[in-house]
């Protein structure tokens, strides 16, 4: 059985640094989209995501502050978050798919429980 597991989540002041962590249990496929997503699963938005050829895709709110990397033999995914700001707190969750990344983000196939980061003006 899949599973995506958080962690990293807190509280930091803006203009602080957080990283994320992303760990994929029991993970069958070598090609996948992986990524970080706001809202899920109801209403996705993606933050960041890499797709099957290790295209990088960011959000513009995050360009520049936040970077996304993979270790495929920890099958663990990571978000650095650089220069935080009050509007990006709430739910980050880690979400996959097989192949490349959906359109229809909605169409995603496993999501994690999802992880908590607030930040403090």
């Known amino acids: 059985q899949v599973r995506l597991v958080e962690s990293g989540g807190g509280s930091v002041e803006a203009g602080g640094s957080l990283r994320l962590s992303c760990e994929a249990f029991?993970?069958?496929?070598?090609?996948?989209?992986i990524g970080w997503f706001r809202h899920a699963p109801n209403e996705p938005e993606r933050v960041a995501s890499i797709?099957?050829?290790?295209?990088?895709v960011y959000a513009d709110s995050v360009k520049g502050r936040f970077t996304i990397s993979r270790d495929k033999a920890k099958h663990t995914l990571y978000l650095q978050m650089d220069k935080l700001k009050p509007e990006d707190s709430g739910m980050f969750y880690c979400g996959s798919h097989r192949g490349n990344c959906p359109l229809r983000l909605t169409t995603m196939d496993y999501w994690g429980k999802g992880i908590l980061v607030t930040i403090s003006s």
């Open positions: 797709d099957t050829d290790d295209v990088i």
């Open positions: 029991g993970y069958p496929y070598t090609s996948y989209c």
